[in-house]
């Protein structure tokens, strides 16, 4: 029997990366669940099955990222719940870390301290799925992310930065620069999702990045490609000054090696 996966978020760009590129719609019986609460009518079928939270907001003011990253993601685990489902898998972020503890990058068990509202939602999001979801004895599991990109993204720091050259030839950068990230090609994201879904005896928290790790000047250096691009510096809103991850847990429990680890434009 193919393992059943139902998934939320399916028209957002890990979405629709995952439908059209990943093995997954080959491999396994998929019911799209955008709205949540067609979680709880999945009867029978969820019984033994996988729902993949997909659905959530990386912007918006509190009360939006309140509701799309907390709220949802509690009531999507009751609905599929009532219907009898068995496992959760869910994206969450590097931002719940805070600042980096170590030199190779945050550690799985490291203390929680997020600087922003984003990372804070979705740090409670994860709260909500140990307790009401891990509590009762049912599998999960988190994945902890960076700045996931690829071709077809439609927000984040690299396709912002790519509009501003393209469109005005100048690149606006907040504070000074200087903060570290990780980048993921959204490819080795999908493949880190495969490996979860085969390997469900490995549950908990696991952070899926790559070896790419830019300063936001770095990034804005190698997005200019050697053309004279303005470059401006506004206020630091984000609070957060590094998002670099250690994959250590993730290269031992589940065999995941990023094969993406430049910066990789186009398919």
Known sequence: MQPRIAITGSTGFIGQELLLHSQ????CEIRICNEVDSLGELGSWAIGATLLHLAGRFSGDH????????????????CFGRSGGHRVVFLSTGAVYGEV?????????????????????????EKVIEY???????????????NVYGQRQQKGVVFHMQRQIREKGEVTIDGDGGQRRDFLHVSD?????????VKPEEVGVFNISSRLTLSINQ????????????????????????LVLDISKARRCLGYEPKVNELRLTD
């Open 24 to 27: 997954l719609p080959r491999q």
């Open 63 to 78: 009360d939006t990222l309140w509701a799309s990253n907390i709220e949802l993601t509690r009531r999507a685990l009751g």
């Open 101 to 125: 503890a170590h030199r190779s990058g945050s550690r799985e068990d490291d203390p929680v301290g997020p600087t922003n509202y984003y990372g804070f939602s979705k740090w409670l999001a």
């Open 132 to 146: 009401e979801w891990g509590g009762e004895g049912r599998p999960f599991h988190i994945l902890r992310l960076p």
């Open 189 to 197: 994201l999908l493949g880190a999702i495969e490996k979860v879904i």
């Open 219 to 242: 990034l804005a250096d190698l997005l200019a490609d050697g053309r004279n691009v303005t470059r401006k510096h506004g206020p630091e809103n984000n609070g957060l000054r590094e």
